[in-house]
């Protein structure tokens, strides 16, 4: 069955700082989700990628996907405090919807 | 109200007691999930539908069951709860491949 790694697991990072997080799939990607979520709480939507070299942003948040490395990227510049949270990569895996193990991002001010 | 919700928000039951976890959706989405999440390991499928009447299991299904008569319900039922499912669950839904997933706001479950 397919897997969804991310790396890395946690990140603390200076506010105002880039920062990367990436998720590999142990099989061939046919299109990521990416969502953001507060601990316990329910998940925002980010993006969705769906072809191999695409790409999307929204306001400072980027995401990739590399189809053939079978990984997307996420990237974050000039972090905010707002932007502290759960990262989630997700994938369709036959008809099953899977995750990642998450990504926990904290921005010190 | 569209979208998705899920009853109760927080549950604290007993051991060995049988619960169910509500999920309705709005918008008639062929595919409906449940995942439950844990400190250190993401979202977890348990088990997810298809469609009405069709039903697969996930990751981790033991010790919960599902149903899903009408294409709008899929509710989780733990037989018999156990400790080790103290969680945060989350049900979820989709109109099929490569489309955005809705969730619903979570049910935080604690079994004593």
């Known amino acids: 069955s397919q897997e969804l790694e991310q790396s890395p697991q946690s990140l603390i990072v200076q506010e105002g700082k880039n920062l990367t997080i990436n998720c590999t799939s142990s099989?061939?990607?046919?299109?990521l989700y990416w969502y953001k979520q507060k601990y316990g709480e329910g998940l925002i939507f980010l993006m969705m990628?769906?072809?191999?070299?695409e790409e999307k942003s929204h306001e400072k948040i980027t995401a990739k996907l590399d189809e053939k490395k079978q990984q997307s990227s996420l990237h974050i510049t000039a972090s905010q405090p707002s932007h502290a949270g759960i990262y989630l990569c997700?994938?369709?895996?036959?008809?099953?919807?899977?995750f990642g193990q998450g990504t926990t991002l904290q921005v010190k001010p | 109200d569209a979208g998705i919700t899920q009853s109760p928000r927080y549950k604290i039951t007993e051991t060995g007691r049988q619960v169910t976890l509500m999920c309705h959706q709005t918008w008639s989405h062929s595919y409906m999930f449940w995942y439950r999440q844990d400190l250190g390991h993401g979202l977890r499928l348990i088990y997810y539908s298809a469609a009405a009447d069709i039903t697969d299991k996930g990751e981790v299904p033991d010790g919960y069951v599902v149903s899903r008569s009408k294409t709008e319900n899929f509710p989780l039922t733990l037989e018999s709860a156990t400790r080790s499912q103290t969680s945060v669950y989350f049900c979820?839904?989709?109109?099929?491949?490569?489309?955005?997933?809705?969730f619903g706001q979570g049910t935080r479950l604690t079994v004593v």
């Open positions: 979820a839904s989709t109109q099929g491949w490569n489309t955005e997933a809705f």
């Open positions: 099989k061939t990607l046919y299109g």
């Open positions: 997700g994938a369709d895996g036959a008809g099953k919807l899977i």
């Open positions: 990628l769906q072809k191999g070299g």
